[in-house]
């Protein structure tokens, strides 16, 4: 495992290409509405980096061993969509629906800048808020192990207590991971674990923390897109996502911009 320290240089571009990333969800965000298909929201999100950010979508022909060619700009998983939900438009978002919306951008000079959050359409059930809420919970509760010496280990296990203390699942097959100048790269980063175990954490790694919590089962199937991965027992999946800096004395959240949604009071209280 090759895990990368970023110097100066890559923390300011990846600071810039996060900041896009997160910037692009402020802008997506009054368009999440009853009646909006995922396709013309992906039509959206593509545009605005192309024309307006001058960014390249990241998953737009993004192919992993194994995997058909990622057709859209981004991803859009709706309900019961753990992951990788492939926009269109057939898919028509309504009522109580619960979205995540996922990007990743690519700036000119070559850093990635990947985020996701959670969307809320109209009034939702209150099984259907809980998740949202109890799953952003769980990626800050990760995130607030991260600093030098800490252990991915901590990370894991600090998502996996609060979810399993909410009677929630963790999704295993997918994880957060290093990132910079490739999309994806080592160090895997579980959203369960044990304390005190895993790859030590050192300032100027540069990591996403995005727990895929289920209300259900854990288990998952994909479906014959290649991509669409949902839970098996159908119940309901939520997903939050950051790029986070690892330093000396904690950590610094790159993907945060002016229409980020409010901190947890455990994190405000300690910011
Ligand atoms: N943005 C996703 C992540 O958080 C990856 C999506 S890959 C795609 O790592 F091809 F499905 F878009
Ligand atoms: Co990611
Ligand atoms: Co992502």
């Known amino acids: 495992m090759t895990v990368t320290i970023k110097n100066e240089t890559d923390i300011a571009h990846m600071r810039i290409a996060c900041r896009l990333a997160s910037e692009l969800l402020d802008y997506i965000t009054p368009h999440v509405v009853a009646g909006v298909s995922t396709g013309e929201l ?5 545009n605005y980096m192309v024309d307006v ?4 979508p990241a998953t737009l022909g993004y192919q992993p061993p194994g995997y058909p060619p990622y057709p859209k700009s981004c991803c859009i998983s709706v309900n019961d969509v753990i992951c990788h939900g492939v926009p269109s438009d057939e898919k028509i978002l309504k009522n109580g629906d619960i979205a995540n919306i996922d990007v990743t951008v690519i700036t000119p000079a070559g850093y990635f800048g990947d985020t ?18 109890i799953t952003y919970e769980c990626m800050w509760k990760g995130i607030a192990q991260i600093k030098e010496g800490a252990t991915l280990g901590d990370i894991g296990a600090a998502i996996a207590e609060h979810a399993h203390k909410n009677s ?12 910079g100048q490739v ?3 080592d160090p895997q980063v579980l959203h369960y ?8 954490l050192k300032a100027g790694m540069i990591f996403t923390v995005e727990p895929m919590i289920n209300a259900g089962k854990r288990d998952l199937r994909t479906m014959n ?4 991965v949902k839970t098996k027992d159908r119940s309901l999946s939520a997903q939050w996502e950051h790029t986070v800096l690892v330093t000396p004395t904690g950590y610094e959240v790159l993907t945060l911009s002016a229409g980020y949604p409010a901190l947890p009071d455990f994190i405000a209280a300690s910011a």
């Open 225 to 228: 897109d290649g991509w669409t």
């Open 42 to 46: 992906d039509r959206l999100c593509h």
């Open 116 to 133: 996701s959050r959670m969307f809320i359409v109209g009034e939702p059930s209150i099984m259907a808020k809980r998740l949202c809420a």
């Open 193 to 200: 674990g044990i304390r005190g175990q895993g790859m030590v």
């Open 168 to 179: 929630m699942s963790v999704v295993r097959e997918y994880c957060g991971h290093g990132i």
């Open 183 to 185: 999309f994806h790269e």
């Open 53 to 56: 950010q001058k960014t390249v």
